[in-house]
């Protein structure tokens, strides 16, 4: 049984950079990063496999985060620089049912296990 738990949020200024965490209770393969804004549709962030060898972005993000993991420690992170106000939303990390490859998979319906979100909120 798979839990998932996000920190790290905050309230930063615009330009700002934070790192977000995600720790893992019990076995977690590819992993993700989503985040959901008030009033819109919970959208991708960034991905990475199990070894840490591939990952994905959406454009939004792309050349700003950083997804990176230590599964040593079952954690997954999110390094997030040159923040924008538009990127204030809450922030959840997620895995998938089994052991299958979930690389490239931007969609939250493709993803069944998600922690409870942390907020990140970015002032102008």
């Known amino acids: 049984q798979v839990q998932l738990e996000e920190s790290g949020g905050g309230l930063v200024q615009a330009g700002d950079s934070l790192k977000l965490a995600c720790a893992g209770s019990?076995?977690?393969?590819?992993m993700a990063w989503f985040r959901q804004a008030p009033g819109k549709e919970r959208e991708f962030v960034g991905g990475?496999?199990?070894?840490?060898?591939?990952?994905w972005y959406s454009d939004s993000v792309k050349g700003r985060f950083t997804i990176s993991r230590d599964n040593a420690n079952n954690m997954v992170f999110l390094q997030m620089n040159s923040l924008k106000p538009e990127d204030t939303a809450v922030y959840y990390c997620?895995?998938?049912?089994?052991?299958?490859?979930?690389?490239?998979?931007?969609?939250?319906?493709?993803?069944?296990?998600w922690g409870q979100g942390t907020q990140v909120t970015v002032s102008s």
């Open positions: 997620a895995t998938g049912r089994d052991s299958r490859s979930l690389r490239g998979k931007i969609r939250p319906t493709e993803w069944t296990y």
């Open positions: 019990g076995r977690t393969f590819d």
């Open positions: 990475i496999s199990w070894g840490g060898r591939t990952t």
